[in-house]
């Protein structure tokens, strides 16, 4: 599907619903097991790269998610993939050339110290990495503002610096969850256009930064922060004794302007050269970001965007059993037939065989 206007399909965003619940031990282990073997056969076939292009296409990580048996419709499909193919990738990430770092609420935080620990493992530089993971989280929580607050951040990458992110928001009112997909290799500039593309149903209107045509509002929202938190305070102060119009989306009665000095002044004391550093900057968050918003356009008709980037939805289908219950022995044998392909594949190198055979011994034979 593209959208009007589109030259190249979008992708990008996915609307879930919350459903509760967990995976059974017996799936997720089985899940485990594909996922490693999925991912050696695709890295040997198609190379790391291509393993990342894909991941970052949320309609091939949606039929990922149901090739691996997990509910189709619900948004648990994302924790619970990314953490079988971070589970399944444990011990091989060497054979396939890629590795993953985080995942679901406090080990999302962890990511930068995960990267590290890895590139000490396996001797690579993880700024580049680091850095990716860090903005392409600060982007979907602060830059665009969607109502979603995002929970679930998961890079995969390479050694040599190519990445994907998938992340996911959820929005407590409607208990719904919305996915972010990233591909490093095609982000021009984080801050104008970054995503993959967008899939998703659009729900109304989003604060987005990010959007090609709010440049003068992110140009602007630089300007602003290097000039110092006085000067925006007070601008601030004085559009709460207007009256904006209905139209407007960012109310002025939401700040409180001097609770905002602290992440103002982080900026100004930093002097962020542009909307991407003033965004990379600590303490400067979505506040922050709509305090920065509402000035440039209300007082300096700068126009900042509301377009929300959701433009597709997934047809909507059932919960658990739908639409069949998870095939255990049919499961079982398709690990069995991907293990057996991926011992026979022409790796090329005596080590990598071995390391498959070790790790054969390493798995349980019964769940």
């Given at each position: 599907?593209?959208?009007?206007?589109?030259?190249?399909?979008?992708?990008?965003?996915?609307?879930?619903?919350?459903?509760?619940?967990?995976?059974?031990?017996?799936?997720?282990?089985?899940?485990?097991?594909?996922?490693?073997?999925?991912?050696?056969?695709?890295?040997?076939?198609?190379?790391?790269?291509?393993?990342?292009?894909?991941?970052?296409?949320?309609?091939?990580?949606?039929?990922?998610?149901?090739?691996?048996?997990?509910?189709?419709?619900?948004?648990?499909?994302?924790?619970?993939?990314?953490?079988?193919?971070?589970?399944?990738?444990?011990?091989?990430?060497?054979?396939?050339?890629?590795?993953?770092?985080?995942?679901?609420?406090?080990?999302?935080?962890?990511?930068?110290?995960?990267?590290?620990?890895?590139?000490?493992?396996?001797?690579?530089?993880?700024?580049?990495?680091?850095?990716?993971?860090?903005m392409s989280a600060k982007v979907?929580?602060?830059?665009?503002?969607?109502?979603?607050?995002?929970?679930?951040?998961?890079?995969?990458?390479?050694?040599?610096?190519?990445?994907?992110?998938?992340?996911?928001?959820?929005?407590?009112?409607?208990?719904?969850?919305?996915?972010?997909?990233?591909?490093?290799?095609?982000?021009?500039?984080?801050?104008?256009?970054?995503?993959?593309?967008?899939?998703?149903?659009?729900?109304?209107?989003?604060?987005?930064m990010v959007a090609r045509e709010a440049a003068p509002a992110?140009?602007?929202?630089?300007?602003?922060?290097?000039?110092?938190?006085?000067?925006?305070?007070?601008?601030?102060?004085?559009?709460?004794?207007?009256?904006?119009?209905?139209?407007?989306?960012?109310?002025?009665?939401?700040?409180?302007?001097?609770?905002?000095?602290?992440?103002?002044?982080?900026?100004?004391?930093?002097?962020?050269?542009?909307?991407?550093?003033?965004?990379?900057?600590?303490?400067?968050?979505?506040?922050?970001?709509?305090?920065?918003?509402?000035?440039?356009?209300?007082?300096?008709?700068?126009?900042?965007?509301?377009?929300?980037?959701?433009?597709?939805?997934?047809?909507?289908?059932?919960?658990?059993?739908?639409?069949?219950?998870?095939?255990?022995?049919?499961?079982?044998?398709?690990?069995?037939?991907?293990?057996?392909?991926?011992?026979?594949?022409?790796?090329?190198?005596?080590?990598?065989?071995?390391?498959?055979?070790?790790?054969?011994?390493?798995?349980?034979?019964?769940?």
């Amino acid at each position: 599907m593209v959208a009007e206007g589109d030259q190249v399909p979008r992708t990008g965003i996915a609307h879930l619903p919350l459903h509760g619940g967990t995976a059974p031990p017996w799936l997720f282990q089985r899940m485990v097991h594909l996922s490693r073997y999925l991912l050696l056969v695709l890295a040997e076939e198609f190379g790391p790269q291509e393993v990342l292009r894909r991941l970052s296409d949320p309609f091939w990580f949606q039929a990922l998610g149901c090739l691996l048996g997990f509910d189709w419709h619900s948004s648990g499909l994302t924790t619970v993939v990314c953490a079988a193919l971070k589970e399944g990738l444990r011990g091989v990430e060497a054979d396939a050339g890629l590795f993953i770092a985080g995942g679901k609420g406090r080990t999302s935080r962890r990511t930068p110290a995960e990267i590290e620990a890895l590139a000490e493992r396996f001797s690579f530089d993880p700024r580049r990495l680091v850095y990716a993971s860090r903005m392409s989280a600060k982007v979907d929580s602060a830059a665009l503002q969607d109502g979603y607050q995002v929970y679930h951040h998961t890079i995969f990458f390479t050694a040599d610096g190519h990445w994907a992110v998938i992340q996911q928001g959820m929005n407590e009112a409607t208990r719904y969850a919305r996915r972010y997909h990233w591909l490093g290799d095609e982000v021009e500039d984080f801050v104008c256009e970054p995503h993959k593309g967008v899939v998703s149903e659009a729900v109304g209107t989003a604060l987005n930064m990010v959007a090609r045509e709010a440049a003068p509002a992110r140009e602007l929202s630089a300007q602003l922060a290097r000039e110092g938190p006085e000067r925006i305070v007070r601008d601030l102060e004085r559009l709460r004794r207007l009256e904006l119009p209905r139209r407007h989306h960012l109310e002025a009665e939401d700040f409180d302007p001097r609770r905002l000095e602290a992440g103002l002044l982080r900026a100004y004391q930093r002097q962020p050269r542009d909307f991407e550093e003033l965004l990379g900057t600590e303490g400067v968050g979505a506040k922050t970001v709509r305090a920065l918003a509402l000035v440039s356009e209300v007082v300096y008709g700068a126009p900042a965007s509301y377009r929300d980037p959701a433009r597709y939805s997934y047809a909507h289908g059932g919960k658990d059993g739908h639409p069949y219950p998870v095939d255990r022995e049919t499961y079982d044998r398709t690990v069995q037939a991907l293990k057996r392909a991926v011992e026979r594949a022409r790796l090329g190198q005596r080590e990598k065989l071995d390391a498959l055979r070790r790790l054969s011994l390493a798995l349980p034979q019964e769940c």
